[in-house]
């Protein structure tokens, strides 16, 4: 009985020691599998992961640099910027995103708003972005800058006609002013700056101006609205820099030339200013990566980056220190709005229910 009950001790005791080495095998493989950042090996591995919404060469051979330089490896999964953030949201902290980069202040406030964005401080950023183009908590960071801007017929418009965005109400613009719907970010944010600058009754009245004077009920995006003053369904479009810039340097010969046929203003030089607007970077509030998205933030507003954004993208620097392209050089420097791009996000609910309002479809 002694030896049978030895034996049998023995035996548990090896089963037992054998379950404990396989739990701890499978501890170790599950912890290398999840999270970049883990503990591998006891080095912690250098990866920076990216949500984005910018789809444009120019940004992944900087990214490329990025990693050559830093021996960071960059991980981005490309979106609507929407669908972008409710992924964030959706995942909570187990997100595996580090970064996320965003068209306007509008979205990245929406994100900062939801919760999904971090603080950071960082002097290089400091110094780089200038504190108009940065959230005032330090949540998002502008990169480029884009102006809302006015595209006319050549042959159908002087520029003397031309003066603010306030003139696009008069009368003598009916029929005649064409823009995209109230559903896009850009003609919130613009209606967000009135708010801030002229406050909401002035801004109510703006956009019922618009409406009023439309050409045709909103359709289409920015170089849509540029297509159709040339095909002469109105004179005025209201679009950003950057997809003139688009317009100008295509590979399709008939946008080429729509975009000869049109001049561009800056509206309210001799008042506000032009309104302009960001593309931008925000640390995830979820980041298991924090140092290298901010590093990543860093290179981005360097002026070695900014320069590749100015020259190959049609967007002007954030950073100061850095000048336009010769594109956006010839036509012409402008006053910008004289507020802190913050603002755009905090009106642009708002913006939205003025909107809706006053029928802007």
């Known amino acids: 009985m002694k030896k049978r009950s030895i034996a049998g001790m023995l035996a548990i005791l090896t089963l037992a020691g ?10 170790s493989t599950t912890s290398a599998q999840t999270g970049s950042g883990s503990q591998q ?28 330089e830093t021996g960071i490896k960059v991980n981005v999964i490309e979106g609507k910027s929407d669908e972008l953030i409710e992924r964030l949201a959706r995942e909570g902290k187990d997100s595996q995103a580090d970064l996320l980069i965003t068209a306007d202040v509008g979205r990245l406030h929406r994100a900062k708003e939801q919760g999904l964005l971090q603080s950071v401080q960082s002097d290089t950023l400091s110094k780089n972005v200038p504190e108009n183009l940065k959230d005032k908590d330090n949540q998002w960071y502008g990169l480029t800058v884009r102006a809302r801007v006015l595209v006319y017929a050549k042959d159908r418009v002087n520029p003397s006609q031309l003066s603010t965005y306030e003139d696009l109400t008069d009368p003598k613009w009916n029929k005649k002013i064409l823009v995209r719907g109230s559903d896009s970010i850009y003609n919130q944010s613009l209606l967000a700056s009135f708010i801030a600058i002229n406050g909401e009754e002035k801004a109510k009245a703006w956009a019922k101006g618009i409406v009023d004077n439309m050409a045709r009920t909103p359709k289409g995006a920015d170089r849509d609205q540029a297509k159709a003053v040339v095909a002469g369904e109105g004179d005025v479009a209201i679009m950003n820099t950057y997809y003139y810039g688009l317009l100008l340097n295509s590979s399709d010969p008939e946008e080429v030339k729509v975009a000869k046929q049109l001049g561009v203003f800056f509206p309210n030089q001799n008042t506000t200013g032009t309104h302009i607007n960001v593309s931008g970077a925000g640390v995830t509030a979820s980041s298991k990566n924090k140092e290298n998205a901010i590093k990543l933030i860093e290179f981005l507003s360097s002026e070695k980056a900014q320069k590749q954004f100015a020259e190959a993208n049609f967007e002007y620097p954030a950073n100061p220190a850095v000048e336009p392209s010769e594109l956006l050089k010839s036509w012409g420097t402008f006053k910008r709005q004289d507020i802190n791009l913050t603002k755009l996000g905090e009106n642009n609910k708002k913006a939205v229910e003025i909107l809706n309002q006053v029928g802007w479809k």
Not at 18 to 23: D, N, P, R
Not at 58 to 65: F, I
């Open 18 to 27: 054998a379950v404990l080495t396989g739990c701890s095998g499978n501890s």
């Open 41 to 68: 090996g006891g080095n912690t591995s250098q990866v920076v992961n990216i949500y984005s919404d910018r789809n444009y060469e120019t940004d992944k051979q900087l990214l490329e640099q990025f990693s050559k």
